[in-house]
T-cell receptor
Framework: DAGVIQSPRHEVTEMGQEVTLRCKPISGHNSLFWYRQTMMRGLELLIYFNNNVPIDDSGMPEDRFSAKMPNASFSTLKIQPSEPRDSAVYFCASSDFGLNSPLHFGNGTRLTVT | AQRVTQPEKLLSVFKGAPVELKCNYSYSGSPELFWYVQYSRQRLQLLLR??SRESIKGFTADLNKGETSFHLKKPFAQEEDSAMYYCALMGFGNEKLTFGTGTRLTIIP
């Protein structure tokens, strides 16, 4: 298995533009997580899904952020409009739901908003 | 609420010296604690978890419920241990994993 696959690896965009980050979880995993990594705040959970259903989106910072999981093999995180303070590394992770099962992370998308 | 505190953003240790990365948590129930590591140019990966009670790459971590701590230790640091280390907590009965802010460990040759 190639593991969790994220695209793009790097994204540079101008303030106000729409940004879409993509994630393909490990086949068979039924839980998917989006995290944001910054120097100041470390890894913050934005949202997670179980069986394609959003379970906890309390970490989504603003209405500008939205996430979808239309099927078990694909998820998107969208920022519209983007702002410079959104610059960070965004990680997707998946797991096989079960008590205390570990997360498998993707390589992340480094987003720079100018 | 779940909360994880890693007080040190940066830690430098000489090769061969002992390493201790601090982690404290706040959780009202019985937590599951983890350490994740991110080596340069690699993805974040699980290092160890407290229920396994095992040593991975010479690292161990003991859950101290009295002090609400889960410090990561290694008796003799190696250069390949240089990485970013994250402590994480999962509450009982849910799969939401809360991370600390991370500690960047640098091993000085």
């Amino acid at each position: 298995d190639a593991g969790v696959i994220q695209s793009p690896r790097h994204e540079v965009t101008e303030m106000g533009q729409e940004v879409t980050l993509r994630c393909k979880p490990i086949s068979g995993h039924n839980s998917l997580f989006w995290y944001r990594q910054t120097m100041m705040r470390g890894l913050e959970l934005l949202i997670y899904f179980n069986n394609n259903v959003p379970i906890d989106d309390s970490g989504m910072p603003e209405d500008r952020f939205s996430a979808k999981m239309p099927n078990a093999s694909f998820s998107t995180l969208k920022i519209q409009p983007s702002e410079p303070r959104d610059s960070a590394v965004y990680f997707c992770a998946s797991s096989d739901f079960g008590l205390n099962s570990p997360l498998h992370f993707g390589n992340g998308t480094r987003l720079t908003v100018t | 609420a779940q909360r994880v505190t890693q007080p040190e953003k940066l830690l430098s240790v000489f090769k061969g010296a002992p390493v201790e990365l601090k982690c404290n948590y706040s959780y009202s129930g019985s937590p599951e604690l983890f350490w994740y590591v991110q080596y340069s140019r690699q993805r974040l990966q699980l290092l160890l978890r407290h229920i396994s009670r095992e040593s991975i790459k010479g690292f161990t971590a003991d859950l101290n419920k009295g002090e609400t701590s889960f410090h990561l230790k290694k008796p003799f640091a190696q250069e390949e241990d240089s990485a970013m280390y994250y402590c994480a907590l999962m509450g009982f009965g849910n799969e939401k994993l809360t991370f600390g802010t991370g500690t960047r460990l640098t091993i000085i040759p």
